[in-house]
């Protein structure tokens, strides 16, 4: 009889470890062991945890006993080994343990641990025969109770190891994971009507049109007919459904709809639309390029046979879409993925919009807010190279840890946007620098779209590293906008402001009103008033857990911490001095929409802020009413500046640049430029030029003159010498380490202790330790040490001593308790 042989396995787990763990593999489960495929393992005293196997082996491990692999949950490998190659990448460039770059990469429904908790899935319509009898225990135990763990299901079962049995009734859409349920899984619904399949041809409804005019009492019941069919309900003998809301507001009566069905001549039904939009069969009738974009096209391909990354730095509203779309016909051609990185998908509604009208359902979206079926899908699709669908995807940035498996293009849009990196938690990467790795893995190009580049990505193609496109004209050869400042500190001597706005905005915005004209308004910051302040002795509210003002809001009438979202209601008097003179300071989205009421009696305003975004779909709903002109002011925080396209926005008000420009920030200027630049070129896109107006008390500053001059050059070579000056980004890279305790004594000492090894190994490169702008949040006090290294350095070398010194510290017994968190290239 042949000898078996005895294998262990590498395993990585989703958890805050950088190592992999050994485990031993059962005889009979020799056969299923390969690299990429998921396995439960037991981790700790009695929980059970999904892993992947990294390697299979049969070296002994020293020193220990091995514990046995419980389960094998896949037939074929998950992740492909390019995969792989890019969570190590990630896992030294950025310093974060290979078990969070697991967490973060995985789809959680990849993810099933012992604490997992699953409720039945909200389709799931009871067809127990497609269960096994082991899935219908389950089931039955989650219809007495509502939801239950991985462990109490064991207990139900008998069995130890129920992870296949959880994957199987997920895969089958009969269980959901609550994570996937935090995640708001509810489908979008709506109303909508259709014709009933007993009217459904040409000699049936001429019939019932027939017999509905010759009653005079049903003559709304026929214009709700008529409206149906003029809105293409029914052509060629082929019925569609259409949003009763919109036949509504065609002039249709929703109680004839209902009257209708019934009678059972339209059917009324609640279907399930797109998190996004309607999925729009392709229009293959690509818009023809103007001579600028031709230019910037072939420059690109040009470009592309040398290098492998490519800026295209075109103006706002120069046509930049255009130009992505042909790119990406041509990898379609070729049978290539292409990766299309958004900042934020909520915040790029109409883009996707446009490319779906392109590409249809060849388009898969991937993004942390769909619910896990929908992104296991498209995972699994990508996985088995399935041409039909999702060649191309667009997402946020999680999106690149997709298994691709024939990747041509990654279009980085919008590439300046802070919110390609990620803050918390780790593994703190951002979106745009891990896409030009991960197209090194592929052999494939990479785009990077801008009005206002980053200074590392100019500074980049400066030096040659990147192709340099530009497209310095906007389509249609409309004008950049008309740029003005309003001077606050002249107005407020002369009495012309009213309330926080400059009587030379308000005659602006009563101009664009009267020419029916709509106006975005910018202010970045949410609430109603940032600050509370006692006129007496200077007493301001603060956050009970964080070293920061509450802000007042005034809807649901509170004073809110916006870093933990610890509120309080609103005091009568000064808790200090009793008096009751306490007055608002600064305003926020809150008080403007508040007083354009005042100011412009029976305008339509609308907010576009994050406490207005909170629901699904609101965020596409507000632009919705906007685009259909229902509304005639957009007030809104930052989100306003990204990826809108409006017709009939002729005026921006930018309300407070002095804010922006004021931050502590090194980044300060470069992102006061962007974000002044990129609301700006909201106005006037289509038909004739738009005005800006920037409210400031220093119009003069250099930031400002630039922004009106339209000057990204101007501004990125001035910017460019004070970070030469002072050693900052492009010239050196950083790294930010952040101390975490709750006993502000014991965390200086543990700060001055680890900056202190840091200086025997790095020396002046490193700064600090110093209390960050806010020095508590959640009751846990901060102290940050930056450490700044040239440009031409070692990155491993660095990372490498950088390592070895948190090590040491750690290895001290005292330090234990602190949290280190670290930072590499923050931004």
């Known amino acids: 009889m042949e000898e078996r042989k005895t294998y262990f396995v590498d395993v990585i787990l989703p958890v805050p470890i950088n190592n992999a763990f050994t485990y031993r593999v059962p005889f009979e489960m020799n056969d299923f062991m390969k690299t990429g495929i998921r396995v439960v393992v037991p981790f700790g005293r009695s929980k059970l945890q999904t892993g992947i196997i990294v390697k299979v082996h049969e070296v002994v491990p020293e020193g220990y006993q091995s514990k046995y692999v419980e389960a094998v949950l896949d037939e074929f490998p998950i992740i492909t080994g390019k995969q792989f190659k890019l969570w190590n990448w990630i896992s030294e460039y950025y310093m974060a343990p290979l078990g969070d770059v ?102 049936q409804l001429k019939a019932l049109i027939d017999v509905l005019s010759e009653d005079k009492r049903k003559k709304k019941q026929l214009d709700a007919i008529l409206t149906y069919m003029q809105m293409g309900g029914f052509k060629q003998g082929i019925s569609k459904p259409i949003l009763r809301s919109e036949l509504v507001e065609k002039g249709a009566s929703a109680s ?25 069969e392709a229009d293959s009738a ?53 990766l299309f990185l958004l900042p934020e998908i909520a915040l790029t509604t109409q883009l996707i919009q446009r490319l779906q009208k392109y590409f249809g359902d060849k388009i898969g979206v991937y993004h942390s807010r769909f619910n896990q079926n929908e992104r296991v899908e498209i995972w699994n699709s990508l996985l088995h190279n399935d041409t039909t669908k999702f060649q191309i995807v667009l997402g946020a940035r999680s999106a690149v840890f997709l298994p691709f498996r024939n990747l041509g293009l990654i279009i980085v849009d919008e590439e300046h946007e802070s919110s390609f990196k990620q803050y918390d938690p780790s593994p703190r990467y951002n979106g745009r620098d891990t896409a030009i790795v991960l197209r090194a893995f592929h052999g494939a190009k990479v785009l990077l779209g801008s009005a206002t580049p980053a200074m590392e990505t100019y500074f980049n193609a400066e030096e040659g590293k990147y192709g340099l496109v530009k497209l310095d004209k906007r389509f249609g050869d409309i004008q950049m906008p008309e740029i003005f400042t309003a001077n606050i ?186 974000l002044m630049s990129q609301v700006a070129g909201r106005s006037g896109r289509k038909t004739k030029r738009g005005t800006v107006v920037i409210q400031t008390y220093d119009p003069d500053h250099w930031i400002i003159q630039h922004v009106i001059n339209h000057d990204y050059m101007g501004f990125y070579k001035n910017e460019l010498i004070e970070r ?29 202790d680890l900056a202190d090894r840091m200086k025997q190994a790095f020396g002046s490169r490193v700064l600090g330790p110093e209390f960050p702008v806010v020095k508590r949040i959640q009751n846990s006090y901060l102290k940050v040490i930056r450490l700044k290294v040239e440009r031409d350095a070692s990155n491993k070398k660095v990372k490498l001593l950088l390592q070895q010194k948190i090590d040491d510290f750690y290895s001290v017994s005292y330090n234990k308790s602190v949290r280190v968190i670290v930072d590499v290239d923050p931004s």
């Open 256 to 280: 004839s709809f209902n009257t209708l069905d019934k009678d059972g001549i339209l059917k009324i039904k609640r279907m399930e639309i797109s998190r996004l939009m309607e999925r729009d």
């Open 102 to 203: 697991m967490n973060a990469a995985l789809p959680s429904n990849f993810k099933l641990g012992s604490e997992t908790k699953v409720l039945i899935h909200p389709e799931y319509e009871g067809n127990s025969e497609i269960l096994t009898d082991r899935e219908y225990q389950v089931v039955e135990a989650l219809e007495v109770q509502s939801e239950l763990d991985l462990k109490e299901i064991s207990d139900i079962l008998g069995i130890k190891t129920i992870q296949p049995v959880i994957k199987a009734l997920i895969e089958k859409r009969v269980i959901i994971t609550q994570e996937d349920l935090k995640q708001k899984y509810a489908p979008k619904t709506q109303l909508f009507v259709e014709l009933a399949k007993e009217y459904q041809s040409d000699e």
């Open 286 to 338: 690509f818009k023809e390029l103007s001579p600028d974009q031709q230019r910037a096209l072939d420059e690109i391909r040009e470009s592309f046979v040398e290098k492998d990354v490519t800026l295209l730095h075109g103006v706002t509203g120069s046509g930049k879409t255009e130009v992505y779309v042909e790119l990406i016909q041509e990898q379609l051609d070729k049978g290539k993925q292409v």
């Open 489 to 674: 500190k002249k107005e407020k001597m002369q009495k012309t402001m009213q309330s926080d706005f400059s009587g030379f905005l308000v005659e602006h915005m009563k101009k664009a009103l009267e020419n029916k004209e709509q106006i975005i308004l910018f202010q970045n910051r949410r609430g109603y008033n940032p600050v509370w302040a006692c006129e007496v002795c200077g007493w301001n509210p603060n956050c009970k857990n964080c070293d920061v003002s509450l802000t007042y809001h005034k809807n649901s009438n509170i004073l809110k911490c916006h870093y933990c979202s610890y509120f309080t209601p609103p005091v009568g008097a000064c808790p200090k001095c009793q008096s009751n003179r306490l007055k608002m300071i600064g305003f926020g989205t809150e008080k403007i929409e508040d007083e354009l009421s005042i100011i412009l009696p029976g305008v339509r305003v609308q907010r576009l802020d994050l406490d207005t975004t909170r629901q699904k779909n609101s965020y596409e709903n507000i632009l919705n009413d906007f685009d259909a002109r229902k509304i005639d002011i957009l007030v809104g925080t930052q989100m306003v500046t990204k990826g809108l396209d409006f017709d009939n926005v002729s005026l921006v008000g930018i309300l407070d640049a002095d804010m922006m420009l004021n931050r502590p920030d090194f980044r300060a200027f470069e992102r006061s430029y962007q």
């Open 724 to 752: 030469k000056n002072y050693f900052y980004p492009p010239f050196y890279k950083m790294i930010n380490l952040t101390l975490k305790h709750r006993d502000p004594n014991k965390l200086e000492v543990m700060a001055m």
